[in-house]
């Protein structure tokens, strides 16, 4: 059973188009979060949700918005796709905020 | 602003020596401070967390030291083995409620058999 499932695991578009990743996670975690990791494997937060609730959100361009429907679901809207917005976007969750991560396999989103 | 430096990009080591990975920060007074493993293709896992109080955590062959003074982390694999290749990421925490782990770029360590 995988712990925080994430699709697709590679995502190939056309600039200005609009995709999903979707991501979920089986451990009963109540925060969930999306990391996004450049070429120089740099990680970083973009943003989280407690209960369905969202707790943080980086400075991320509008075109990306997230959508909890419940606490085990957290997906990852991105509108008018860039090529500076290919990256891997990794899921996390966690019990609480504030304690260790498991994250998802990843998706690598190549814009073209 | 806040800064999270890991010691090199690239560590090569030979099986059976110990591995030192460091980590410094700066502008920052973590709460926590988490060390993860990342394969290739592969989401970063969990290793150990330490806390602001504790000086020492050990797991198995892994040991992690918490200098609050020296703002360092060392992350210690003893006995290596080419298994442990991989990148190993350091990650503070404020502990704050709204804040999110901050990562570090990473250590990519080889061990050769």
């Known amino acids: 059973d995988t712990a925080v499932s994430q699709t697709p695991k590679y995502l190939v578009t056309q600039m200005g188009n609009d995709k999903s990743i979707k991501c979920e996670q089986n451990?009963?975690?109540?925060?969930m979060y999306w990391y996004k990791q450049d070429s120089k494997k740099f990680l970083k937060i973009m943003f989280s949700?407690?209960?369905?609730?969202?707790?943080i959100n980086e400075t991320v361009p509008n075109r990306f918005s997230p959508k909890s429907p419940d606490k085990a679901h957290l997906n990852l809207h991105i509108n008018s796709l860039e090529l500076g917005d290919s990256a891997v976007y990794f899921c996390a969750s966690s019990w609480t905020e504030n304690e260790k991560l498991f994250f998802g396999s990843g998706t690598q989103l190549s814009v073209l | 602003s806040q800064k999270i430096e890991q010691n090199s990009e690239a560590l090569n080591i030979q099986e059976g020596k110990t591995a030192t990975l460091t980590c410094n920060y700066t502008n920052y007074s973590p709460a926590y401070l988490q060390w993860y493993r990342q394969d290739p293709g592969r989401g970063p896992v969990f290793l150990l967390l330490?806390?602001?109080?504790?000086k020492e955590k050990r797991k198995e062959r892994l040991k992690v030291t918490f200098d609050t003074t020296l703002k360092q982390s060392l992350f210690h694999i003893t006995a290596s083995q080419p298994a442990d290749s991989a990148t190993y990421l350091c990650a503070l925490d404020n502990g704050q409620a709204g804040t999110a782990l901050i990562f570090g770029k990473g250590t990519t360590l080889s061990v050769s058999s």
């Open positions: 330490i806390r602001e109080n504790e």
């Open positions: 451990l009963g975690h109540d925060t």
């Open positions: 949700y407690n209960n369905k609730e969202l707790i």
